[in-house]
């Protein structure tokens, strides 16, 4: 996982805040520091999902995390602001956590 825009999400504090995660682009909305709604995926293959495209009402993929995932990605994206390239070696253990966390039932 790696930030592609040139703010950190403190930094952004409200907006558009781009990721790249194994060749997927995800843009995120950013409000006053906290995650609101995921703004579009992008796959690898060129498919792509906008919250535009199915409006407030559709679900978008940061409403179907429970509590727990959410604030781990949260953190995740939190994080992005001060760390440095990953390694492979963090690269596995991220997303080892992130296997595990969509693996749990959530309450």
Known sequence: MK???TQSWAELFAGLFHIEVEGWHLV???DCCEL????????PDGRRWSFE???????DPVFLLCAEERAALERLLQQLQTAPPFSRSALTRKRSALFVLSERECP
């Open 36 to 43: 609101d709604y995921c703004d579009q995926c992008m796959s």
């Open 3 to 5: 930030r592609a825009c």
């Open 53 to 59: 495209s199915v409006g407030s009402d559709g679900l």
């Open 28 to 30: 995120f909305f950013n």
